[in-house]
């Protein structure tokens, strides 16, 4: 069997393909935060004018405007009030290009958001039944909504916040060196420690943010699956078990977000205080600087000023690195997904399929889920157009793979399919699916009305009139016409509202509006009682477009209305035949009529 590429899928290379076509979206962004924050950058400069220039008459060191500034042509009070003009642009200047950077990230967030939302519900639909099977649907819907979203705290919160800050530290550096260098180097001296610490935290909160994902998404499949089979949950009386399995998996989710928060707690006090000694380091070399006269009182508020904001960013990082660490998380998780090839969904090479006549023919084949382990043993089967044939065996034969091999959710380990003399690996999966009609033992019916339901996979909307033809066809219209609103009543979710055989008999209306040339019957009345599977056998036994039909049933009364009989024990076919012969000729299939009588 082929296997299945675990190619890995770093968070980065999921996001990038998504980010190209907002390049310039981004760019602009980029630019209008690089001006916020070279103008942030500016804000301790009008008082050190003041300072110095205002109240103590000394000329500044301003690059472009200090020799105007210095020249005397402008009095005190003319220099204060421009000063605090600039003040005031200053501050609109960065609201006003805050605003618009905001604004742009969050739009760009939001579109990025929903484009993997919908590509990787589109990917997971074309996985193969192998990777479903194996999958918790719960920790599949968590990474198509929670996962998903914190991506968008990582794209949107995170970039104004990373971005922001590095511009902030870098424009604050540059003039913190060009103030004075040798106080720049006593500010920076604690920056080694710095991150060293946040770089041995971050890994720490990023394996907790890990573990605490995968613990919601176990609690997310516990939930669903106890919902989903509330019936029997409450038909049996174990709502207080599955209530303690909930509370158990909670728990641990619980201790895994509170180690996350426990190292995010221990971060910001190590920041607090090694920034702190960064700034003490600075304030006594430069008060002995000042009394030294060395610089001016305005010269090292500005230096105060810049050396106090210098670490205002790591610590704003360093409190919402556990918001980041799951944003990369989510971004991770929702990579595995991307990563995983879909098997023979990405054979779009092959043909289109042409309509069937319906012959379908087993050539040798055989089949294995795991290497090693044979579902299939070298299966020969040949089916007319038009027969209806029925696949029994007990449980665990190979039945319904036998029937999945046909829809092509798996190729062959060995052998081929052929139908209407042509080998299905040669078509794409869509097309073939397209003209075989399926009918499961749990008929899922989607939430919407009747009408919706039945025409349900038609590549073209079939008229009104067709839709009741294949209802009164299926034996469905007489049942549906006295709902209350007719077709246009509304299906709860799973056709909960409806019974066994009603949606049964939508689903084989549905297969007729389609007039799919093929019929694959999965176990059709095995939760029918015998008024409602002779009704549903009566059904399919004349349906108008006589479509070949392949039934796997444990019903020998639904197997008896069958053309031909197919006995199937431990992945072989052990018996063929007309139902008539085997039970007088035949071997196995006698000894299950036998033993039903037995049962009766």
């Not at 034969?397 to 380990?413: N, Q, W």
């Not at 073939?432 to 996979?457: A, K, P, V």
Request: charged fraction near 20%.
């Amino acid at each position: 069997m082929q296997e299945q590429k675990e190619n890995k899928l770093s968070w980065l290379a999921v996001l990038k393909p998504y980010l190209k076509p907002f390049y310039g979206t981004i760019a602009l962004a980029v630019i209008f935060m690089i001006i916020d924050s070279f103008l942030t950058a500016l804000r301790p400069w009008p008082l050190k004018i003041i300072i110095d220039k205002v109240l103590n008459g000394q000329n500044i060191k301003i690059p472009l405007i200090a020799g105007w500034i210095n020249s005397g042509n402008f009095d005190n009070t003319a220099i204060l009030y421009a000063a605090c003009l600039a003040l005031l642009l200053i501050a609109i200047g960065t609201g006003t290009f805050s605003y618009f950077f905001t604004r742009l990230i969050g739009n760009f967030s939001q579109h990025l958001v929903l484009n993997i939302k919908t590509d990787t519900f589109s990917h997971l639909q074309r996985l193969s039944l192998q990777f479903h099977t194996k999958k918790r649907l719960g920790d599949i819907i968590t990474r198509l909504t929670s996962d998903i979203n914190s991506i968008q705290l990582l794209t949107a919160q995170g970039a104004m916040l990373f971005l922001t800050n590095f511009f902030l530290i870098f424009m604050r550096l540059v003039i913190m060196f060009w103030l004075n260098w040798q106080y720049s180097l006593i500010a920076c001296s604690v920056l080694p420690f710095l991150f060293l610490a946040v770089g041995w935290h971050t890994v720490k909160i990023k394996t907790a943010s890990k573990n605490a994902r995968a613990s919601d998404g176990e609690m997310a499949s516990i939930a669903q699956e106890t919902l989903g089979s509330i019936r029997m949950v409450k038909g049996l009386t174990q709502e207080k078990r599955q209530d303690q399995i909930f509370l158990e998996q909670g728990r641990k989710s619980l201790g895994e977000y509170m180690e996350r928060v426990n190292y995010q707690a221990r971060m910001a006090p190590i920041v607090d205080i090694l920034a702190a000694l960064g700034l003490v380091l600075v304030m006594f070399y430069g008060a002995k600087g000042v009394i030294a006269g060395r610089v001016t009182i305005g010269d090292m508020i500005v230096f105060f000023f810049y050396v106090s904001n210098f670490y205002s960013p790591l610590r704003a990082i360093s409190r919402q690195f556990g918001n980041f660490s799951n944003g990369i998380v989510g971004a991770e998780r929702v990579a595995e997904i991307l990563a995983k090839d879909t098997f023979i969904e990405q054979n779009k090479k092959g043909e289109r399929a042409p309509r069937f006549k319906g012959q379908i023919e087993y050539k040798n084949v055989s089949f294995e889920y795991e290497h090693g382990q044979s579902v299939l043993k070298g299966i020969s089967l040949i089916v007319r157009p038009g027969d209806h044939v029925a696949i029994i065996g007990a449980t665990g034969a190979g039945k319904s793979t036998l029937v999945s091999l046909l829809l092509r959710f798996y190729d062959p380990t060995e052998g081929s399919i052929l139908i209407d003399g042509k080998d299905i690996r040669q078509y794409s999966p869509e097309s073939i699916r397209q003209q075989i009609g399926l009918i499961l033992q749990e008929t899922y019916l989607l939430s919407g009305t009747i009408s919706e339901n039945i025409i349900f996979g038609c590549k073209t909307t079939p008229s009104k009139e067709e839709i009741i033809n294949a209802a009164k066809a299926a034996h469905a219209h007489d049942f549906i016409i006295e709902l209350t609103e007719g077709y246009d009543s509304h299906i709860s979710e799973q056709g909960a509202n409806l019974s066994g055989g009603q949606r049964q008999r939508i689903a084989i209306a549905r297969a007729i509006v389609r007039k799919d040339p093929i019929l694959l019957l999965d176990e059709p009345t095995s939760n029918l009682d015998n008024v409602s599977e002779a009704l549903i056998m009566k059904t399919i036994k004349n349906i108008p477009h006589q479509p070949t039909i392949i039934m796997v049933t444990h019903s020998l009364r639904a197997a008896q209305m069958a053309d031909i009989i197919a006995v199937l024990e431990n992945g072989e076919i052990i018996e063929y035949g007309k139902p008539s012969e085997l039970i007088y000729a035949g071997k196995f299939f006698k000894k299950y009529v036998q033993a039903e009588h037995l049962e009766k």
